[in-house]
């Protein structure tokens, strides 16, 4: 598999229900990124985590990170049909030069009203 | 909050047409990326920029693709001689400085090739 993989690829829920997508990835990393992009449009940054931290909150956001697993999570709390859009993870792993982000498939959350 | 800018928001143009997109980067940043979304598929990193040169570049920026800040306010990519496979969004993204921070993505480029 890839560096950046997320689960589900997609998911449909009802608002107020909590959505929650989860990421893998594969090498030593600086920190992990959670972006949201809707349908065509640009990406958006949610929230960043270092390595060194294992829990994030932000609004109806929390992020955890376990580099033991090399996973992470983002929760997404009492959803709401806005909330409707794909969300991928990126990370920026240690050994790159330039700070990229390898991003991950994505998960398409769909929220019904 | 402030902003990246990028223009022209479509562009469509022929296999074998010369295309350059614009960005321009939030004014105090100093980190410069080209990634880039096929339809469908995840965003893949092209390039990084720092002090006017490349930093960092992917298998996918070969020599059809250039990168130049000419102006010091504008961050270019061209592409010599375009592709059909060469259709996608094309996001620029800046940061402020080295420190593992975010990246500031602007709305994108959608390129058709015909």
């Known amino acids: 598999s890839q560096q950046g993989e997320e689960d589900p690829q997609a998911l449909s829920i009802q608002e107020g229900e909590n959505a929650t997508m989860n990421c893998s990835y594969k090498t030593s990393i600086n920190n992990l990124q959670w972006y949201r992009q809707n349908s065509g449009r640009g990406l958006v940054h949610l929230i960043l985590?270092?390595?060194?931290?294992r829990e994030k909150h932000s609004g109806r956001l929390r992020v955890t990170l376990d580099t033991s697993k090399k996973s992470s999570s983002l929760l997404i709390t009492a959803s709401r049909a806005a909330d409707t859009a794909s969300y991928f993870c990126a990370t920026e792993q240690q050994e790159t030069s330039g700070s990229r982000l390898t991003f991950g498939e994505g998960t398409q959350l769909t929220v019904n009203p | 909050e402030p902003e990246v800018t990028q223009t022209p928001s479509h562009q469509v143009t022929q296999m074998g047409q010369e295309v350059i997109l614009r960005c321009v980067p939030i004014?105090?940043?100093?980190?410069f990326y080209w990634y880039r979304q096929i339809l469908g598929q995840k965003v893949e990193f092209l390039v990084s920029?720092?002090?006017?040169?490349?930093?960092?570049k992917s298998e996918i920026f070969d020599d059809q693709f250039s990168v130049e800040r000419p102006d010091g306010s504008n961050f270019t990519l061209k592409i010599r001689s375009t592709k059909l496979e060469d259709s996608a969004m094309y996001f620029c993204a800046s940061k402020a400085t080295d420190v593992r921070e975010k990246l500031f993505f602007g709305s994108g480029t959608q390129l058709s090739v015909l």
């Open positions: 920029f720092y002090n006017n040169e490349i930093s960092e």
């Open positions: 985590i270092r390595s060194n931290e």
């Open positions: 004014s105090n940043h100093l980190y």
